[in-house]
């Protein structure tokens, strides 16, 4: 920052500095001013303490002012780089939006977090503090579920924020929810399990997953979540859900469909493997408990940080009714005889600290304001076309003309530079064309213009 935008900062900023909603009026200076061309691309600003000092209002203030700019899209923050104007806010013109290119992952390609709000600094001091405390022998082979201490911090976490109803000793930690699924698999195909029921559509991830051991049957979904009744047809006595924020559809599974299904796996010996997928991110309200909660004795529970941190982390747990818990703990040993000790407890440090909710609240402001500025520009761009899924997670479902071939339209997006994913590809039986759209790592400005050339592609569909 220069000494002379140190020294007039504060006049380029005028707003009431008293009293409830500074932050927000310091938001719309700063955006005024971005806007108006008195803060040019490229301005590096103050850290938010340096801010807070010379406008005289509390540093949370700023960094949250910062943060939802960030998320807008109209400011760029970046480890060792500091906060930046970005291009991004200045003035553009459609032509602008037209000529856009994307420079990082595909715009509108669903299941990828912003990886640029992954919490570096705070990662970096909860590995830190890890390896100052960590004992010499927390570094031998240990329990293959992972360290108790670990699991521990974990099973508080779930209990307080998802309603488990768990201890540590329930838990087995995971190299990911990937690694879960084939877990799960092979030790039901060993207690007898010959198939499984997925929803249909779902995600073709956890279907090639499961496959390596059993045969996947579908269960039609709908805007209550999974058909249970459709379930208790066949002769399936597993079956695999998304009951907090359903991929691909973002229905919610209903409070019916839920007793309908511990009903189902009680009176069957059935059990329910819960992928808790998407439940850190709901928008319009709080979410509901998991179902393991409520059944914890016919529920296999899996989930994973890969869409609240990263992927590249390799990071998830499972938990399991007794009778199957050996088991998996067994077969995990075989396998590989544990996870990555310093990550895992580089994590647990993380949730203790509380910098964990942190990092979540702030992805939480971010991708709200992505998914609204997404529905607005599908509003404008593709009027008439149904968008659905409740306001969670990172992705939503726009249908597509009847008769549209959505592979084709899919695939002729991506060679716009575009990552919408068919829906026709998460499902096993044929139903109505549809393109799952990923919003939470791109920014606003950056959706409009996606929006734009998809615009273009669906009016002019491509042959296959």
């Given at each position: ?201 779902g995600s073709q991830g956890i279907r090639e997953q499961l496959a390596h051991a059993l ?101 998830g747990w499972l938990s399991a009714p007794v009778r199957h818990l050996a088991a998996i ?136």
């Open positions: 920052m220069s000494d002379e935008l140190e020294d007039h900062l504060e006049a380029l900023l005028s707003f009431e500095r008293t009293g409830r909603g500074v932050a927000g009026r310091l938001t719309a200076a700063l955006r005024t001013a971005i806007e108006e061309g008195r803060l040019t691309a490229g301005t590096r600003l103050p850290s938010s303490r340096e801010l807070a000092t010379e406008l005289g209002v509390s540093r949370g203030v700023v960094v949250e002012a910062y943060e939802q700019l960030i998320a807008e899209g109209w400011l760029t923050g970046r480890r060792g780089s500091g906060t930046t104007v970005t291009s991004a806010g200045q003035p553009h013109d459609a032509s602008a939006r037209d000529s856009f290119v994307p420079a990082g992952p595909l715009p509108l390609r669903p299941g990828i977090p912003d990886l640029g709000l992954f919490p570096r600094v705070a990662w970096r001091r909860a590995y830190e503090s890890v390896l100052t405390t960590m004992r010499d022998t927390d570094l031998d082979y240990g329990d293959p579920a992972g360290p108790a201490a670990v699991r521990e911090q974990l099973a508080a976490y779930l209990r307080r924020v998802r309603a488990a109803r768990l201890a540590a000793a329930d838990l087995l930690l995971t190299s990911g929810a990937a690694h879960a699924f084939s877990l799960v698999g092979m030790v039901l195909r060993a207690a007898g399990h010959r198939a499984v029921a997925i929803e249909d559509p045969t996947v049957r579908p269960v039609p979904v709908d805007e209550e979540g999974l058909d249970v009744a459709a379930l208790a047809r066949t002769d399936v006595r597993a079956v695999v859900v998304t009951p907090a924020h359903q991929f691909p559809t973002g229905s919610v599974l209903s409070p019916t469909r839920r007793a309908e299904l511990i009903a189902w796996a009680r009176r069957t010996g059935g059990v329910i493997i819960e992928d808790d997928y998407d439940a850190e991110f709901r928008y319009d309200r709080d979410p509901v408990g998991c179902v393991q909660g409520v059944a914890p004795d016919v529920t296999i529970y899996i989930g994973s940080t890969s869409k609240a941190l990263a992927p590249a982390l390799r990071l703990r067994t077969k995990r040993r075989s396998i590989d005889l544990g996870g990555p000790v310093l990550e895992q407890h580089a994590f647990a440090n993380l949730v203790g600290s509380g910098a964990y909710d942190r990092h979540l609240r702030r992805a939480r402001r971010a991708y709200r304001i992505r998914r609204d500025a997404l529905v607005a520009a599908l509003e404008t761009q593709l009027p008439g076309l149904r968008i659905h899924g409740v306001a969670a997670g990172l992705h939503l479902v726009l249908d597509l003309p009847p008769g549209s071939d959505d592979v084709a339209v899919a695939a002729a997006a991506s060679r716009a530079g575009l990552g919408p994913l068919a829906l026709s590809a998460c499902r096993m039986v044929d139903g109505p064309p549809g393109l799952v759209l990923g919003y939470a790592a791109s920014t606003p400005d950056e959706l409009a213009a996606a929006t734009v050339t998809l615009a273009a592609v669906i009016h002019h569909p491509p042959s296959r």
